[in-house]
């Protein structure tokens, strides 16, 4: 069976009875799990045992990148933000590196052990001081210093087992607006463009499994925000630039995506564009919505894409912290989030 275009979250630490119905709809390719829906590592490897008994396809998500953006807390390493290891690179680039590596691996560790398969992470966004919603979600604001420290952050993702997804592409760093909030629009040039925000993403094409496009109009570029783009989506990031991993949308219900209309035409445009999954949060009706009009449709992507994103744990829950790179990785992250 073709992978499913929908991702869609859930209201609770366990899943409803209406809910067991939308994750068995063929549609369905994911899940992404929030806050709400975590309470402690056994009660949500008990939670991804019953999606999983439901569909062994899917793919099972959370943002948990550190910092403010960090979905599981208890039990769980308290993961300093991107913006920690940029400060470390001013003091020194070889051990910012170290610990990028290191933190990588522990996040996604910790993550793949509870039964997850990939964290949205990282965030190739830069932070020239200007975004109200990326800020130290961002490792810095030099192109090069960013590109260092993901390019060592990645692989340790890599060698603990999870796929890379980058986001926000071709960057969300420099438009002040909020996307959750407000639809931004930057008016800069695509030369502009091409000289700063998409240079990690350039650098990094090769070592993502998985992209998100911003919620982001480009003006000077094309009219429709990044995620509804096919000049973003195909002809530069598939064309240009290569890219052959699979394509999230952002959330169709941030206030950046409602330009396109209602969730169906959000559905539709973000697919259109070149999106192989499409995101449908905190908004039940509208995935009911959007799962009513992928019925009537028939949407595929390649399932290696897919399949790409499945994630490969190295240890079970608990037996990670017995593993050598544990220590380590601790140490970074009580140091950097100042523990």
């Not at 091409?194 to 993502?208: G, I, K, N």
Request: hydrophobic share 45%; charged share 20%; net charge negative.
């Amino acid at each position: 069976m073709a992978p499913g275009t929908l991702m869609l979250d859930l209201q609770g630490e366990e899943l409803l009875e209406e809910e067991v119905a939308m994750v068995q709809h063929p549609a369905v390719g994911g899940v992404i799990l929030f806050s709400r829906n975590y309470r402690n590592p056994e009660q949500v490897m008990d939670l991804v045992a019953s999606l999983r008994h439901l569909r062994s396809d899917i793919i099972i998500a959370v943002d948990q990148e550190g910092g403010r953006v960090q979905r599981f807390r208890e039990d769980l390493v308290e993961l300093p933000s991107m913006g920690a290891l940029g400060d470390l690179w001013q003091q020194s680039p070889f051990e910012a590196e170290v610990a990028a590596h290191s933190l990588g691996w522990l996040m996604a560790t910790e993550v793949l052990a509870l039964g997850l398969d990939i964290s949205f992470a990282p965030v190739l966004d830069l932070n020239p001081g200007v975004s109200e919603v990326i800020g130290r979600r961002a490792v810095h604001y030099e192109p090069a210093v960013t590109v260092a420290v993901l390019a060592a952050y990645i692989r340790g993702m890599h060698a603990a087992g999870m796929a890379a997804t980058g986001k926000h592409f071709p960057g969300h760093g420099s438009v002040a607006l909020d996307s959750h909030l407000a639809l931004p629009v930057d008016n800069r040039s695509m030369q502009e463009i091409e000289a700063y925000d998409l240079q990690p993403f350039v650098a990094l094409m090769d070592q993502l499994q998985g992209i998100m496009p911003a919620h982001v109009v480009y003006r000077e570029v094309a009219p429709d925000p990044a995620g509804f783009s096919a000049f973003w989506l195909q002809e530069v990031l598939r064309r240009r630039l290569g890219f052959g991993g699979l394509i999230f949308s952002d959330d169709l219900n941030m206030q950046g995506a409602a330009s396109q209309g209602s969730f169906s035409d959000r559905a539709y445009a973000a697919l259109s564009a070149g999106c192989d999954m499409i995101l449908v949060c905190n908004n039940p009706e509208g995935a009911r919505e959007v799962l009513e009009a992928l019925s009537r449709i028939e949407w595929s992507y390649p399932s290696w894409r897919h399949a790409a994103l499945r994630g490969k744990a190295h240890a079970a829950w608990g037996r990670h912290r017995l593993l050598p790179a544990y220590a380590q990785a601790l140490s970074w992250a009580q140091r950097l989030s100042g523990l």
